[in-house]
């Protein structure tokens, strides 16, 4: 069974710039999360999908994040336009059953200069 | 605002010893526990789940839960090299069942 996949794994871009993070969640899993950890501090919650659904978008910090996950598949997480506070590792997690650990992807890490 | 909280380490054992992680959570209402294990630049992997109290065993980990306490902890037999890494505590949202809030993580060091 293929794992979560995120890409890119690096990214390094300019303050008012825009970036896409892209993750292929484990096929059938209906829930994909999206996570994020800046340096210094613990793992946070973004967000949630069920499906193409966002059932919870608590965690995003501002209106410069928007997510998406066409087709229930994989998702996108955008960032427009970039912060310096926006540095950090973004994780993307999927999960077959709500009763269970997630399986995380291996993060794609982003620098904003 | 819920909390878990960890002990940052780092926490260096020799091989052989046993590791003992421990984590504290803030949410009462929280049913459902993990520990995950992060190499360096790599993705939390989950090694232990446990959703009632008491003692849960798998292999060379045992997790243990105390919901009076609000305390989970973990620990490491036979600790290996390849133990070495940062271990992540993390509390399922009582009230949400699928929000995870984590610890900052533990740093574990194994000295052969």
């Known amino acids: 069974e293929a794992g979560v996949t995120q890409f890119p794994s690096h990214s390094v871009i300019e303050k008012g710039q825009t970036v896409t993070l892209r993750c292929d969640p484990i096929?059938?899993?209906?829930?994909l999360y999206w996570y994020r950890r800046v340096m210094g501090k613990e793992i946070k919650f973004l967000l949630h999908?069920?499906?193409?659904?966002?059932?919870?978008e608590s965690g995003m910090p501002n209106n410069r994040f928007l997510a998406e996950r066409t087709g229930g598949t994989y998702s996108t997480l955008k960032v427009q336009p970039a912060e310096l506070e926006d540095s950090g590792v973004y994780f993307c997690?999927?999960?077959?059953?709500?009763?269970?650990?997630?399986?995380f992807g291996s993060g794609t890490r982003l620098t904003v200069v | 605002q819920k909390e878990v909280e960890q002990n940052s380490g780092p926490l260096s054992v020799p091989e052989g010893a046993i590791a003992s992680l421990n984590c504290t959570y803030s949410?009462?209402?929280?049913?459902?526990f993990f520990w995950y294990r992060q190499y360096s630049g790599k993705s939390p992997e989950l090694i232990m789940s446990?959703?009632?109290?008491g003692d849960k065993e798998d292999g060379r980990f045992t997790a243990q839960l105390n919901k009076a306490s609000q305390y989970v902890s973990l620990l490491i037999r036979d600790s290996q090299p390849s133990d070495s890494a940062t271990y992540l505590c993390?509390?399922?949202?009582?009230?949400?069942?699928?929000?995870?809030?984590f610890g900052k993580g533990t740093l574990l060091t194994v000295n052969p």
């Open positions: 997690a999927s999960s077959g059953n709500l009763d269970y650990g997630y399986t």
């Open positions: 096929s059938g899993h209906d829930n």
């Open positions: 999908f069920v499906k193409e659904s966002k059932q919870d």
């Open positions: 949410d009462r209402v929280s049913q459902s």
């Open positions: 446990i959703y009632s109290n």
């Open positions: 993390a509390v399922k949202d009582g009230g949400s069942n699928y929000k995870l809030t």
